[in-house]
């Protein structure tokens, strides 16, 4: 019976020490990011809307991941434009057009977006950032050399 015991407690003692030892790594990540997938911002009488959609795969392990990844952006873009009538009275009027990197057309456009990039994924809930290269493209062209930056919390 004192054999039995004793094994039984070494196995549940090896057991606890290797849950114990055992990372679960988060799986979701809510991020701020500076250029990548949201495209940019704008300023003064400009109103631009930017909502990127990607679904990434991580693949690497432990704390450092390579990101692919692809998707969309939904680009809105308003400007107030002041033009001059024949009287030289300024006449106020709204443009929808935007150009970024190629031309967007009239908005609302879409954007296709790839993701290639690094991915730092804390140990437990908490602080991430990446960095990505993100190839952008509509049916204008296509723009290879667009990098983004992010910072977040993954959970």
């Known amino acids: 019976m004192k054999k039995l015991l004793w094994v039984l407690s070494i196995f549940f003692g090896v057991s606890m020490t290797l849950t114990a030892q055992e990372t679960t790594y988060p799986t ?4 701020a990011e500076l250029g990548g997938a949201g495209l940019v911002y704008s300023f003064s009488d400009q109103s631009l809307l930017t909502v990127p959609v990607q679904v ?13 990844g692809a998707g969309t952006t939904l680009v809105n873009f308003r400007e107030t434009v002041y033009d001059y009538d024949s009287n030289g009275n300024a006449v106020e009027r709204e443009s929808k057009t935007w150009h970024f990197i190629m031309d967007m057309g ?5 954007m296709g977006t790839l993701n290639f990039g690094y991915r730092r994924v804390p140990d437990e809930p908490g602080f991430t950032w990446r960095v990505n290269l993100t190839p952008v493209f509509n049916s204008n062209g296509f723009w290879p050399l667009f990098a983004g930056i992010g910072a977040g919390y993954a959970f």
């Open 28 to 31: 979701r990540a809510v991020y």
């Open 106 to 110: 009239e908005t609302p456009a879409v």
């Open 56 to 68: 990434n795969r991580l693949f690497g392990r432990g704390n450092h991941y390579f990101e692919v």
